[in-house]
């Protein structure tokens, strides 16, 4: 079997490799962290997938994550100046759509900017919701979604950017009652990044409890399945900005991811904790070094993660990071692990080549590899 096994890897390395050169992909490989933002891989360069995906893993275990991002930039479209019932029309196609595709999870971005996709009693509506900073949709979008995904068997979990907040131009329209804009411009509590935006002080105690009290208020009001936060670390602004050095900002990390995962299961232990960083792995994951996340440490000791969900968004023959060099070296990290690895796949990039599925064959008949996640839905249809 494993002959086998191994004479389907090299089939499907040299079938990447002639897809890649006849393809001429637009992107090669990237030693910086990637992010899954469209600031870093705009969408309108990719074309959209109509990707036929098989789901099932060769076990066909019920356990196995089959899931897919929901971004703000969904939302653009789907929800922004949307009444209810046309966003229900919106929704109910995706989930449809996600059902026949054989996705069983839906990773839905809730908190991209200091703001909320829901009625919130500490962050401000997003303009990527109701189109402007503040103003509330006269419904629950998130529970809508929940609502509709449920009918279809799919589980929900909320995506979180702890730090990450507006620029001056939506900042200055938040109202005074939410807390970021009462540290608006102070340094105690936030620093603007060169891209812009600001970010929060994750070495501020005050900011670490705004976080896991947002978390709390979506266990609490919503029946999710679990909390992921994504891969904005120390990444446009460093711990410098704050006057404090790489070890009090790996620290500081640590103990905010330390306290969502307590958060998180004080509510309830079969709700989920994950994080999605960067997928670059040299001899540790690269984001332990660049955003100083402790990946070493959370991926292998209980108490901090449910599951990691690395972006490994490289073809099977990239010079640089090659998709089973990567993903091996994820796997060997969490081998001895409580922690589950949900592989992060490049939707997005391979829209136009038999890469993806490809890729999520390879993950499907691995022993250390529990699923795997798409970025993004509108590359999926």
């Known amino acids: 079997m494993k002959n086998f096994r191994t004479l389907c890897r090299a089939l499907g390395s040299f079938l990447s490799l002639a897809l890649f050169l006849s393809s001429c992909t637009l992107y090669g490989g990237q030693q910086e962290p990637v992010s899954s933002e469209s600031e870093d891989f705009p969408v309108s360069e990719f074309p959209a997938a109509n990707v036929p995906i098989t789901g099932h893993n060769a076990s066909g275990s019920s356990d196995t994550m089959r899931g897919v991002w929901i971004s703000y930039l969904e939302f653009d479209h789907m929800l922004s100046g949307k009444s209810e019932d046309s966003y229900?029309?919106?929704?109910?196609?995706?989930?449809?759509?996600?059902?026949?595709?054989?996705?069983?999870?839906?990773?839905?971005?809730?908190?991209?900017?200091?703001?909320?996709y829901y009625p919130s009693k500490l962050y401000p509506w997003s303009s990527h919701a109701s189109g402007t900073v503040g103003k509330a949709c006269d419904f629950d979008p998130f529970k809508i979604l929940i609502e509709l995904s449920r009918k279809e068997g799919l589980s929900v979990h909320a995506w979180i950017n702890p730090y990450r907040l507006m620029k001056d131009e939506e900042m200055e329209q938040v109202s005074d009652a939410f807390l970021i804009k009462k540290w608006y411009q102070n340094n105690d509590f936030m620093a603007q990044g060169k891209d812009g935006y600001w970010y929060l002080n994750?070495?501020?105690?005050?900011?670490?409890?705004?976080?896991?009290?947002?978390?709390?208020?979506?266990?609490?009001?919503?029946?999710?399945?679990?909390?992921?936060?994504?891969?904005?670390?120390?990444?446009?602004?460093?711990?410098?900005?704050?006057?404090?050095?790489?070890?009090?900002?790996?620290?500081?990390?640590?103990?905010?991811?330390?306290?969502?995962?307590?958060?998180?299961?004080?509510?309830?232990?079969?709700?989920?904790?994950?994080?999605?960083?960067?997928?670059?792995?040299?001899?540790?994951?690269?984001?332990?070094?660049?955003?100083?996340?402790?990946?070493?440490?959370?991926?292998?000791?209980?108490?901090?993660?449910?599951?990691?969900?690395?972006?490994?968004?490289?073809?099977?023959?990239?010079?640089?990071?090659?998709?089973?060099?990567?993903?091996?070296?994820?796997?060997?990290?969490?081998?001895?692990?409580?922690?589950?690895?949900?592989?992060?796949?490049?939707?997005?990039?391979?829209?136009?080549?038999?890469?993806?599925?490809?890729e999520i064959d390879e993950v499907n008949q691995r022993e250390n590899s529990e699923g795997y996640i798409l970025f993004r839905y509108d590359n999926l249809v």
């Open 202 to 358: 994750a070495g501020n105690s005050d900011v670490q409890e705004l976080i896991v009290q947002g978390v709390q208020e979506l266990i609490e009001n919503y029946e999710i399945d679990g909390i992921q936060i994504d891969d904005y670390f120390y990444d446009k602004v460093k711990p410098s900005d704050f006057g404090q050095n790489e070890e009090q900002g790996r620290k500081n990390v640590t103990d905010m991811v330390k306290q969502i995962y307590t958060c998180v299961k004080k509510k309830d232990e079969n709700l989920l904790f994950g994080i999605s960083p960067a997928g670059n792995y040299g001899n540790q994951p690269a984001s332990d070094q660049s955003q100083l996340t402790n990946l070493s440490l959370w991926c292998t000791e209980e108490g901090y993660l449910d599951y990691v969900a690395p972006q490994i968004y490289w073809e099977f023959d990239n010079e640089e990071a090659p998709f089973l060099t990567v993903l091996e070296k994820w796997e060997k990290l969490v081998e001895d692990s409580p922690v589950k690895l949900y592989v992060g796949l490049a939707a997005y990039k391979f829209a136009d080549t038999d890469i993806l599925q490809q």
């Open 88 to 116: 229900r029309t919106e929704i109910t196609d995706m989930v449809q759509n996600c059902k026949k595709k054989e996705l069983n999870t839906l990773i839905v971005q809730v908190r991209s900017h200091g703001d909320a």
